[in-house]
């Protein structure tokens, strides 16, 4: 989730900034400030940072250096009894505004339709890690659909666990993303590791669609591509489309998040990625050890903000780190995590 409330309240500022008509950053900020909401809004939550897969695009592969860890089950209920999702009438205005704003419609399928009329009202299950590998998932998914939140997360098909994810079905799940880089196993295992494979994976996800069409399960499953700027990119997402063709799934080619990690900065058709950074005002990410870090890119717990196994969310939304975190995006300090490792805008950088 993330605050669509405040999304719609920025939208003017936002747009001064595009056009360099803002220059004052102290009145920026007190604006950012007042705009943004004292009750703060989870946008995932990291129940696992366990991972089997070498992903050459992801830096968890070489510059990980935090311990391996799975949220206390415990600490994921304290932390989903301080969630609330948004309320029908909200969400009837978002979907208006992204309309207008974005020309996103219902019926759409794309990377842009994902950010604005799913990720907004789920809480994403997944950070850095697989969540396949918590074996606590299910019980996770029952939690959040007793509480009426949507829930969400993306993995690996190679570890699919058919029964374990037709409980996650029969739990509510509403959404499960699998990643795909190639219908051929060798050149798959060149971008994921040795863990990952097409085949094996392609099988798995045929036998859970039917399981889903005999049962009537409401889960929505989504195919993904990431468009990491290879040679025949597009024939290899052609292909993957084609073997889903006429299947109940949701395909889309996403565009690369972190291009500063591999260096190789190819662009992006992402609303989300082409905007200044909205999370310091907008969302929360917490992580696997309870940590409370600026969003979930950050893959090595550089910028902390609070413990979630300490204070509330509330307190850690609204206290000091937090407001000098969100200082620094305005004011573009130097030596942070933002400025240097992230493909994100700040605001400081329309200034």
């Not at 909205?278 to 870090?293: D, Q």
Request: hydrophobic share 35%.
């Amino acid at each position: 989730m993330f605050d669509i409330d405040f999304y719609m309240k920025v939208t003017k500022l936002r747009h001064k900034l595009e056009l360099k008509e803002l220059h004052a950053r102290e009145e920026i900020l007190t604006s950012l400030e007042e705009l943004r909401s004292k009750f703060p809004v989870i946008y995932n939550i990291e129940t696992t940072n366990a991972c089997n897969m070498l992903c050459k695009m992801c830096p968890r592969t070489t510059m990980m250096t935090r311990d391996v860890e799975t949220i206390n089950p415990q600490l994921f209920q304290k932390i989903v009894d301080q969630i609330t999702p948004h309320s029908p009438e909200l969400w009837g205005r978002w979907e208006a505004f992204i309309a207008d704003e974005y020309g996103i419609s219902e019926n759409m399928m794309s990377e842009n339709h994902f950010f604005l009329t799913i990720i907004p009202k789920v809480i994403q299950l997944h950070g850095y890690g697989d969540p396949l590998l918590d074996e606590n998932m299910p019980q996770y998914v029952q939690l959040l659909t007793s509480r009426g939140i949507p829930s969400y997360f993306s993995c690996n098909p190679a570890n699919i666990d058919v029964e374990k994810t037709v409980e996650m079905f029969r739990n509510g799940l509403n959404y499960i993303k699998y990643s795909i880089e190639s219908v051929d196993d060798e050149n798959h295992k060149n971008i994921r590791g040795d863990a990952s494979n097409f085949s094996n994976s392609y099988n798995n996800i045929l036998n859970l669609l039917d399981i889903k069409k005999q049962n009537n399960y409401g889960t929505t499953i989504i195919i993904t591509m990431l468009d990491l700027n290879r040679d025949k990119q597009k024939q290899e997402f052609d292909l993957l489309r084609k073997a889903f063709d006429g299947l109940d799934v949701y395909i889309y080619l996403k565009s690369e998040d972190q291009q500063w990690y591999r260096k190789d900065f190819h662009g992006t058709n992402s609303i989300h990625w082409s905007e200044f950074c909205k999370h310091p005002w907008m969302s929360i990410t917490v992580k696997s050890n309870g940590e409370i870090a600026m969003c979930m890119e950050d893959f090595d717990n550089e910028i902390i903000l609070g413990d979630s196994r300490v204070d509330t969310i509330q307190q850690i939304w609204n206290g000091e780190k937090y407001s000098q975190f969100r200082k620094a995006h305005v004011y573009g300090t130097k030596g942070n995590k933002c400025s240097d490792r992230c493909d994100m805008k700040l605001v400081n950088d329309y200034l």
